[in-house]
Protein backbone atom coordinates (compact mmCIF):
# COMPACT_ATOMS: atom_id res chain seq x y z
CA UNK A 1 0.00 0.00 0.00
CA UNK A 2 1.50 3.34 -0.93
CA UNK A 3 1.81 5.65 1.75
CA UNK A 4 2.70 9.13 2.02
CA UNK A 5 3.23 10.84 5.34
CA UNK A 6 4.21 14.28 6.32
CA UNK A 7 6.15 15.68 8.90
CA UNK A 8 7.43 18.86 10.27
CA UNK A 9 4.73 21.49 10.22
CA UNK A 10 4.06 24.49 13.14
CA UNK A 11 3.77 27.51 14.04
CA UNK A 12 6.95 29.83 12.97
CA UNK A 13 7.12 33.77 12.28
CA UNK A 14 7.55 35.85 10.19
CA UNK A 15 10.92 35.49 8.41
CA UNK A 16 11.64 32.01 10.04
CA UNK A 17 12.63 28.72 8.31
CA UNK A 18 10.92 25.51 8.60
CA UNK A 19 12.12 22.13 7.29
CA UNK A 20 8.85 19.49 6.09
CA UNK A 21 9.23 15.84 5.29
CA UNK A 22 7.21 13.09 3.84
CA UNK A 23 8.22 9.56 4.82
CA UNK A 24 6.79 7.19 1.44
CA UNK A 25 6.71 3.76 1.77
CA UNK A 26 4.83 1.07 -0.62
CA UNK A 27 6.40 1.72 -3.41
CA UNK A 28 9.76 2.18 -4.95
CA UNK A 29 10.67 5.94 -4.11
CA UNK A 30 13.68 6.46 -6.24
CA UNK A 31 11.59 5.92 -9.30
CA UNK A 32 8.86 8.42 -9.05
CA UNK A 33 8.53 12.61 -9.40
CA UNK A 34 7.41 14.23 -6.37
CA UNK A 35 5.31 17.11 -5.91
CA UNK A 36 4.72 19.46 -2.56
CA UNK A 37 0.75 20.77 -2.90
CA UNK A 38 -1.06 23.07 -0.22
CA UNK A 39 -3.77 24.60 0.48
CA UNK A 40 -4.21 27.76 2.44
CA UNK A 41 -7.60 27.44 5.02
CA UNK A 42 -10.95 27.88 3.29
CA UNK A 43 -8.95 28.12 -0.16
CA UNK A 44 -8.49 25.99 -2.85
CA UNK A 45 -4.95 23.81 -4.06
CA UNK A 46 -2.00 25.55 -4.66
CA UNK A 47 1.24 23.52 -6.59
CA UNK A 48 4.29 24.92 -4.87
CA UNK A 49 7.19 22.21 -6.22
CA UNK A 50 8.17 19.60 -8.29
CA UNK A 51 11.14 16.94 -8.37
CA UNK A 52 12.75 14.28 -10.39
CA UNK A 53 13.55 10.66 -9.26
CA UNK A 54 16.76 11.36 -9.28
CA UNK A 55 16.65 14.71 -7.57
CA UNK A 56 18.73 16.33 -10.56
CA UNK A 57 15.63 18.48 -11.66
CA UNK A 58 13.74 20.74 -9.87
CA UNK A 59 11.00 23.01 -10.20
CA UNK A 60 9.21 25.59 -7.90
CA UNK A 61 6.06 28.43 -8.35
CA UNK A 62 6.81 31.81 -8.78
CA UNK A 63 5.09 32.82 -5.24
CA UNK A 64 8.27 30.57 -3.43
CA UNK A 65 11.60 30.54 -6.06
CA UNK A 66 14.44 31.65 -4.17
CA UNK A 67 12.75 30.96 -1.07
CA UNK A 68 11.45 27.24 -0.78
CA UNK A 69 13.80 24.79 -1.76
CA UNK A 70 12.51 20.72 -2.72
CA UNK A 71 14.82 17.59 -2.01
CA UNK A 72 15.01 13.96 -1.57
CA UNK A 73 17.12 11.64 -0.01
CA UNK A 74 16.03 8.29 -1.97
CA UNK A 75 18.46 6.20 0.33
CA UNK A 76 15.79 7.06 3.50
CA UNK A 77 12.59 7.33 0.99
CA UNK A 78 12.39 10.75 1.99
CA UNK A 79 11.35 13.86 0.19
CA UNK A 80 11.69 17.32 2.01
CA UNK A 81 11.03 20.84 1.60
CA UNK A 82 12.93 23.35 2.66
CA UNK A 83 10.93 26.90 3.62
CA UNK A 84 13.03 29.96 4.33
CA UNK A 85 11.92 33.73 5.01
CA UNK A 86 8.65 32.69 5.28
CA UNK A 87 5.57 35.15 5.29
CA UNK A 88 1.74 34.80 6.64
CA UNK A 89 1.08 34.11 3.29
CA UNK A 90 2.73 30.51 2.89
CA UNK A 91 0.07 29.54 5.98
CA UNK A 92 -1.20 26.34 4.79
CA UNK A 93 -1.70 22.54 5.26
CA UNK A 94 1.25 21.13 2.96
CA UNK A 95 0.73 17.93 1.11
CA UNK A 96 3.77 15.55 -0.40
CA UNK A 97 2.44 13.78 -3.38
CA UNK A 98 3.62 11.00 -5.80
CA UNK A 99 3.51 11.25 -9.81
CA UNK A 100 3.82 8.45 -12.27
CA UNK A 101 5.66 10.76 -14.92
CA UNK A 102 7.41 14.10 -15.38
CA UNK A 103 4.28 15.34 -17.21
CA UNK A 104 1.44 13.94 -15.20
CA UNK A 105 -0.19 14.57 -12.46
CA UNK A 106 0.05 13.28 -8.83
CA UNK A 107 -2.30 10.19 -8.30
CA UNK A 108 -1.64 9.86 -4.40
CA UNK A 109 -1.06 11.99 -1.69
CA UNK A 110 -0.33 12.32 2.01
CA UNK A 111 -2.49 13.53 4.66
CA UNK A 112 -1.10 16.96 4.66
CA UNK A 113 0.77 18.86 7.74
CA UNK A 114 -0.20 22.19 8.58
CA UNK A 115 2.15 25.20 8.73
CA UNK A 116 1.28 28.56 10.46
CA UNK A 117 2.94 31.77 9.91
CA UNK A 118 2.42 34.02 12.51
CA UNK A 119 3.56 36.56 15.08
CA UNK B 1 -0.11 34.97 -15.56
CA UNK B 2 -1.97 31.80 -16.13
CA UNK B 3 -5.29 31.30 -14.45
CA UNK B 4 -7.32 27.75 -14.50
CA UNK B 5 -10.92 28.49 -14.40
CA UNK B 6 -13.90 26.22 -13.12
CA UNK B 7 -17.42 26.75 -12.39
CA UNK B 8 -17.20 28.04 -8.95
CA UNK B 9 -20.11 25.58 -7.99
CA UNK B 10 -22.79 22.57 -9.94
CA UNK B 11 -25.82 21.03 -8.29
CA UNK B 12 -26.67 17.73 -9.32
CA UNK B 13 -29.64 15.55 -8.55
CA UNK B 14 -28.92 11.82 -7.31
CA UNK B 15 -28.50 9.78 -10.26
CA UNK B 16 -27.78 12.19 -12.49
CA UNK B 17 -25.03 13.64 -14.75
CA UNK B 18 -23.09 16.72 -14.58
CA UNK B 19 -19.85 17.66 -16.36
CA UNK B 20 -17.48 20.12 -14.61
CA UNK B 21 -14.66 21.88 -17.30
CA UNK B 22 -11.34 23.45 -16.64
CA UNK B 23 -10.17 26.15 -19.06
CA UNK B 24 -7.10 28.48 -19.54
CA UNK B 25 -7.46 32.09 -18.88
CA UNK B 26 -5.80 32.13 -23.21
CA UNK B 27 -5.65 29.74 -25.25
CA UNK B 28 -7.28 25.89 -25.36
CA UNK B 29 -6.77 22.77 -23.24
CA UNK B 30 -5.38 19.93 -25.11
CA UNK B 31 -3.93 16.65 -24.19
CA UNK B 32 -0.88 18.15 -23.63
CA UNK B 33 -1.76 19.45 -20.90
CA UNK B 34 -2.32 16.41 -19.05
CA UNK B 35 -4.97 17.31 -17.23
CA UNK B 36 -5.68 15.59 -13.69
CA UNK B 37 -8.84 15.85 -11.42
CA UNK B 38 -8.84 15.58 -7.97
CA UNK B 39 -12.09 15.42 -5.53
CA UNK B 40 -11.73 16.36 -1.90
CA UNK B 41 -14.10 16.83 1.30
CA UNK B 42 -13.56 19.02 3.94
CA UNK B 43 -10.49 18.26 6.50
CA UNK B 44 -9.78 15.40 3.94
CA UNK B 45 -6.51 15.54 1.46
CA UNK B 46 -7.88 15.44 -1.87
CA UNK B 47 -8.18 12.21 -4.01
CA UNK B 48 -6.88 11.50 -7.62
CA UNK B 49 -9.81 10.96 -10.31
CA UNK B 50 -8.41 11.18 -13.32
CA UNK B 51 -4.71 11.86 -14.71
CA UNK B 52 -2.99 12.53 -18.29
CA UNK B 53 -7.07 13.51 -19.67
CA UNK B 54 -8.85 10.47 -19.50
CA UNK B 55 -7.33 7.71 -17.35
CA UNK B 56 -8.98 6.76 -13.89
CA UNK B 57 -6.64 6.18 -10.77
CA UNK B 58 -6.54 3.01 -8.67
CA UNK B 59 -10.20 2.57 -7.97
CA UNK B 60 -12.00 5.14 -9.13
CA UNK B 61 -15.35 3.73 -10.00
CA UNK B 62 -16.14 4.10 -13.95
CA UNK B 63 -19.20 6.74 -13.15
CA UNK B 64 -16.09 9.16 -13.91
CA UNK B 65 -14.77 9.69 -16.65
CA UNK B 66 -12.45 12.62 -18.14
CA UNK B 67 -11.93 13.93 -21.65
CA UNK B 68 -11.33 16.83 -23.82
CA UNK B 69 -15.04 18.89 -24.84
CA UNK B 70 -13.96 22.05 -27.16
CA UNK B 71 -11.42 24.34 -25.35
CA UNK B 72 -11.80 22.87 -22.38
CA UNK B 73 -10.75 19.39 -19.69
CA UNK B 74 -13.94 18.15 -18.84
CA UNK B 75 -14.86 15.86 -15.56
CA UNK B 76 -17.89 13.77 -16.14
CA UNK B 77 -20.03 12.55 -13.09
CA UNK B 78 -22.54 9.60 -14.13
CA UNK B 79 -24.95 8.72 -12.49
CA UNK B 80 -24.24 11.12 -8.97
CA UNK B 81 -24.20 9.55 -5.65
CA UNK B 82 -24.53 11.49 -2.62
CA UNK B 83 -20.72 10.86 -1.45
CA UNK B 84 -19.99 12.40 -4.78
CA UNK B 85 -20.73 16.21 -3.04
CA UNK B 86 -17.09 17.72 -2.84
CA UNK B 87 -14.96 20.12 -4.25
CA UNK B 88 -13.46 18.98 -7.40
CA UNK B 89 -9.92 20.73 -8.73
CA UNK B 90 -8.36 20.30 -12.16
CA UNK B 91 -4.28 20.81 -13.03
CA UNK B 92 -2.69 21.52 -15.86
CA UNK B 93 0.76 21.04 -16.73
CA UNK B 94 2.07 23.93 -18.17
CA UNK B 95 4.92 22.94 -19.85
CA UNK B 96 9.08 23.68 -17.95
CA UNK B 97 7.97 21.64 -14.86
CA UNK B 98 5.40 24.17 -14.15
CA UNK B 99 2.05 23.17 -12.65
CA UNK B 100 -1.16 25.21 -12.46
CA UNK B 101 -4.54 24.04 -10.67
CA UNK B 102 -7.95 25.53 -11.20
CA UNK B 103 -10.18 27.33 -9.12
CA UNK B 104 -12.57 24.63 -8.06
CA UNK B 105 -15.90 23.39 -8.52
CA UNK B 106 -17.92 22.51 -5.60
CA UNK B 107 -20.77 19.47 -6.13
CA UNK B 108 -23.82 19.68 -4.25
CA UNK B 109 -25.76 16.46 -4.43
CA UNK B 110 -29.66 16.95 -3.85
Known amino acids: EVQLVESGGGLVQPGGSLRLSCAAS????????MHWVRQAPGKGLVWVSR????????TYADSVKGRFTISRDNAKNTLYLQMDSLRAEDTAVYYC????????????WGQGTLVTISS | QTVVTQEPSFSVSPGGTVTLTCALS?????????PSWYQQTPGQAPRTLIY???TRSSGVPDRFSGSILGNKAALTITGAQADDESDYYC??????????FGTGTKVTVL
Open chain 1, 97 to 108: ARAPGGTYGVDY
Open chain 1, 26 to 33: GFTFSTYW
Open chain 1, 51 to 58: ISPDGTST
Open chain 2, 26 to 34: SGSVSTSYY
Open chain 2, 52 to 54: STN
Open chain 2, 91 to 100: VLYMGSGIYV
